[in-house]
C-alpha cells in the first residue's frame, strides 16, 4: 500500500507495523503529530498498545524504561529541549540494556528559542550509548524505525531514528507501507532474556561496585561494536523482503570522485543533486551520506574516501569550541590511513538555514581552490 504522509506519521507507521506495546510520549513542537497519530491508533485499536500520558520528556523515558524492563516492545518520540530533558535517563535506557526505539526530530536548541533543524539536540546525545540512525526521506524513517526494533532487541541496547525538522517532519510524500505479515516475518515478537516478573525475581540498576561497573561498560560498548555487521545484516534482508536496502552509509558516485562531500538527514539528498550539477560541469565529485552515526561506521567510511583526492564534510551542527562534529568523526576514522588527504570542515545551515544545491557548489569550489584546509571550521552562509 502507497500513502502520501508526513514524515512524522512515517514515525507513527513504523512503530505500528513494528508493533509496539507501550508508547510512552508527550507532544513538543516539531514531534507532536508523531504522537497524535499513534493516540488514534491505539485508541481506535489500529495499534494494540497501551498509550501512556505523561507531564514531561522525563518522565515518557522513565516509563519506556520500566515497560522494556517488564518486557515490552516500546517506543518514544521528542525534540531538541525535550531531548536534552531526557538526558539522565537515556544514560538508564543504555546502561540497563533496555532497547527502547526512540524518534528524534532535529531541532535546534534555544536560546535563541528555535523551531527549525539542525542536529545539535541528538549530537550532544552522542555518547549517551544510543545507536543513532539518521534519514533522508519519509520512506527512510518508516523503514528505519523497524530495522531499529530489530538491531536494538537483537543486542539490547536502545536506539535513536533522527529526522529534519519541517524538511522531513512536515513534508508529505509517497510512502510505501509494507504488508503486516512481511513485517512480522522480519521482526518476531520481543523476548528479553530477562524480565521484571514476579515469578523469576530479578535486581536491576541496583548500587554497582568498582568490582562489576568496569565490566559492565566493557560489555555495552562490545555489543555496540556488532552493531555495524547487523545494520549490514538486517538491512540486506530487508532489502530481500521489501526492495530497499538501509546499510549504514549511502555511495553516490564515489567511485570515481575527486572530491567527496560527507553528508546526513535531508542535506546528504541536497548533495546528489549538487554532484550531478558539478559532473555535468566537469568536475568528479560524489557524495557519502552517513546513516548510522553511532557506532560511527568507521570502516565504511573509510573504504569510500581513501579513492578520493579531496573530502568536504558538511556539518549542520557544531561542538562549540572544537567545530562540526561529522568532521571530527571522518578526520579520527582517517587518521593513520592517508595522511596526504585534505579534510575540508563546513558548518552550514544551523536553526533551519537553507542548504541547497548552491551551498554544495560553493562549498566544492572552496574545497577545489585550496591544497589543504587551513582552517577547522569553514562557515557557509553566514551574514557577516
Not at 536534552?84 to 536560546?111: C, K
Not at 567527496?260 to 555535468?280: K, M, N, P, Q, W
Not at 552550514?348 to 560553493?362: A, S
Amino acid at each position: 500500500m502507497k500513502k502520501v504522509i508526513m514524515g512524522n506519521h512515517a514515525l507513527s507507521w513504523g512503530a505500528q507495523l513494528g508493533r509496539a506495546q507501550v508508547i510512552a510520549a508527550y507532544p513538543i513542537t516539531p514531534q507532536t503529530q508523531v504522537v497524535e497519530l499513534l493516540s488514534e491508533m491505539c485508541a481506535s485499536g489500529a495499534l494494540d498498545a497501551k498509550f501512556i500520558k505523561v507531564e514531561s520528556e522525563h518522565s515518557a523515558m522513565a516509563a519506556c524504561i520500566a515497560a522494556s524492563l517488564a518486557g515490552a516492545r516500546t517506543f518514544t518520540a521528542t525534540s531538541a529541549q525535550g531531548l536534552t530533558l531526557m538526558h539522565e535517563l537515556l544514560h538508564w535506557a543504555s546502561g540497563g540494556r533496555m532497547p527502547v526505539v526512540m524518534g528524534n526530530i532535529n531541532r535546534a536548541m534555544a536560546p535563541g528559542w528555535s523551531i527549525w533543524a539542525d542536529q545539535n539536540d541528538s549530537l550532544s546525545q552522542r555518547d549517551t550509548g544510543w545507536i543513532q540512525f539518521y534519514c533522508s526521506s519519509n520512506q527512510e524513517v518508516l523503514d528505519m524505525v523497524i530495522q531499529a526494533f530489530k538491531v536494538s532487541e537483537a543486542l539490547l541496547i536502545p536506539s535513536m531514528v533522527v529526522l529534519d525538522a519541517f524538511a522531513i517532519s512536515h513534508t508529505y510524500e509517497v510512502v510505501d507501507i509494507p504488508d503486516q505479515d512481511k513485517v512480522d516475518s522480519y521482526l518476531p515478537p520481543f523476548n528479553p532474556p530477562v524480565r521484571l516478573t514476579p515469578s523469576d525475581p530479578h535486581a536491576f540498576g541496583g548500587l554497582t561496585s568498582p568490582e562489576h561497573y568496569f565490566e559492565l561498560r566493557y560489555k555495552l560498548q562490545k555489543d555496540m561494536e556488532k552493531v555495524p555487521a547487523l545494520v549490514e545484516e538486517t538491512g540486506r534482508e530487508y532489502e530481500k523482503l521489501f526492495g530497499r536496502y538501509l546499510g549504514q552509509v549511502e555511495n553516490y558516485r564515489c567511485d570515481d570522485a575527486d572530491l567527496i562531500f560527507v553528508s546526513s538527514g535531508t542535506a546528504g539528498y541536497t548533495a546528489r543533486v549538487a554532484v550531478d550539477e558539478l559532473r555535468e560541469a566537469g568536475i568528479k565529485a560524489g557524495n557519502l551520506r552517513i546513516k548510522l552515526f553511532r557506532p560511527f561506521p568507521f570502516e565504511k567510511v573509510r573504504q569510500i574516501l581513501i579513492k578520493a583526492k579531496k573530502v568536504a564534510v558538511v556539518d549542520r551542527n557544531i561542538s562549540y569550541g572544537h567545530g562540526g562534529i561529522f568532521y571530527q568523526e571522518v578526520k579520527s576514522a582517517l587518521y593513520g590511513y592517508d595522511h596526504n588527504l585534505p579534510v575540508f570542515g563546513f558548518i552550514t545551515g544551523l536553526g533551519g538555514r537553507d542548504v541547497t544545491p548552491g551551498t554544495f557548489k560553493e562549498i566544492a569550489q572552496h574545497a577545489l581552490a585550496k591544497e589543504k584546509a587551513e582552517e577547522d571550521i569553514i562557515w557557509v552562509g553566514v551574514k557577516r
